[in-house]
């Protein structure tokens, strides 16, 4: 009973709301009825908005002393002034402004590919020493990772040296295939061991010393972080086998989602502000280095790649960061958005010409930034607009008659 009881008393009030709206409407539907003063009968001059009188429509009188009303257009309506104030009806003018867009989303970093590189070896062998031996740790180019044994590496190296020794002996052989014999040999063996990665410096003290290296040190291809470390000593590596994985995080790549609609307004180049939401005195600015050229179906996403440096390395692969960024859209012709009433499958727009009058117009609406709205159709810069107390305005009644009259518009 509670229940039913709290529903009849809503029901109620929303219903006198309702009500009071209609007779509002309706005392709107008869632009030419004047406010008589209870003393005297008299007919009582409109208020404006700044308290000044303002004309209601123009009357006037034929020969015969009947009073005649000018006939407003059918896409124009007439309202007390003094209802306009009371139901809080209020008007701006359309003007041109420098509109600027504004995106936000939200990124996560990663590491930029370019600055990536993975350390593998190309023969089988055992690794032997590991000099770099945690995740995190930062080695510099050339550093010596660990060092490698492998059989097949000792046994080139000797032919090398027996191809060496062989041009020392047979170079001034009176065969000269012996002699080519010798250097198509140390040829060989030469070129392998480039093939495998083995330092100029390498082969040189092999030349110089006559010595064979049992282990190869394998060094660090570019300065970073190793991210990932897969080596450990007494692993049996073969040729592929990734091992390290060294990223230089100094500059890093922020991926955003921006949605397809605001996908027009975005291009290469463009700048935007990154902001942590826990690190809220860090400030950087990105640049767009790419637009992914597909959209995924399901969040009608497309990606955008930001690129940043990164001072102190602050920004960590796999953080989230917030992505602002601002577009100037140059200067529009706008109104305020609540100027702007959805009716269906158009827009309407209210311009006020004074003394109450009221035209609604079609509009064509263009882009929307923040609290204005372009227009390219329905009104003139200057014109003032109605930016409140629309719903009132536009019953259903007064589009029925007002508005379905005009020509070519649907009921």
Not at 166 to 193: D, H, K, N, W, Y
Not at 245 to 252: C, E, G, K, Q
Not at 276 to 300: M, W
Request: aromatic share 6%; glycine share 8%; with cysteine.
């Amino acid at each position: 009973m509670t229940f039913r009881y709290r529903d009849v008393l809503v029901g109620a009030v929303l219903g006198s709301v309702v009500t009071l709206a209609l007779v509002l409407l309706f005392r709107a539907d008869h632009p030419n009825l004047r406010q008589a003063s209870p003393a005297d009968g008299t007919e009582k001059p409109a208020q404006g908005d700044c308290g000044t009188a303002v004309e209601l429509p123009a009357t006037g009188e034929d020969h015969a002393g009947h009073v005649q009303t000018s006939t407003a257009p059918e896409n124009s309506l007439v309202i007390s002034p003094e209802r306009l104030q009371s139901v809080g009806v209020k008007f701006e003018p359309a003007a041109r402004r420098l509109l600027e867009r504004t995106i936000r989303t939200v990124g996560r970093v990663e590491v930029d590919e370019r600055q990536l590189s993975r350390v593998t070896v190309k023969l089988e062998g055992w690794i032997d020493r590991l000099l770099v031996n945690t995740t995190g740790a930062s080695v510099r180019r050339g550093q010596v990772l660990f060092t490698l044994y492998s059989p097949e590496l000792v046994a080139t190296q000797e032919e090398y040296l027996i191809a060496l020794r062989s041009i020392e002996t047979l170079g001034e052989s009176e065969f000269p295939e012996v002699a080519a014999g010798a250097s198509a040999l140390l040829e060989a063996s030469r070129r392998r061991l480039l093939l495998w990665d083995i330092h100029e410096s390498h082969i040189r003290d092999l030349e110089r010393t006559g010595k064979v290296w049992t282990t190869l040190p394998i060094h660090a291809p570019r300065s970073g972080t190793v991210i990932n470390k897969m080596a450990v000593e007494g692993l049996q590596t073969k040729p592929g086998d990734e091992l390290y994985t060294i990223a230089d995080l100094s500059r890093i790549w922020i991926m955003g989602d921006i949605y397809e609609y605001e996908m027009p307004l975005v291009s290469v180049g463009q700048v935007a502000s990154v902001s942590l939401s826990y690190v809220p005195e860090v400030s950087l600015q990105a640049r767009i280095g790419f637009i992914y050229p597909t959209v995924d179906p399901q969040t009608r996403t497309a990606k955008v790649r930001f690129e940043l440096d990164n001072p102190g390395e602050r920004l960590k692969p796999g953080m989230y960061a917030n992505l602002e960024l601002k577009i100037p859209l140059g200067m529009r012709l706008v109104v305020p958005k609540d100027a702007v009433l959805e009716s269906g499958e158009r827009q309407i727009i209210f311009i006020h010409l004074g003394g109450g009058r009221l035209e609604w117009r079609n509009a064509r609406i263009g882009l929307r930034s923040g609290d204005w709205v372009e227009v390219l159709e329905g009104t003139r810069e200057g014109e003032h607009v109605v930016t409140s107390a629309n719903f009132l305005i536009d019953s259903e009644s007064r589009l029925k008659s007002a508005v379905g009259g005009m020509p070519g518009m649907k009921h």
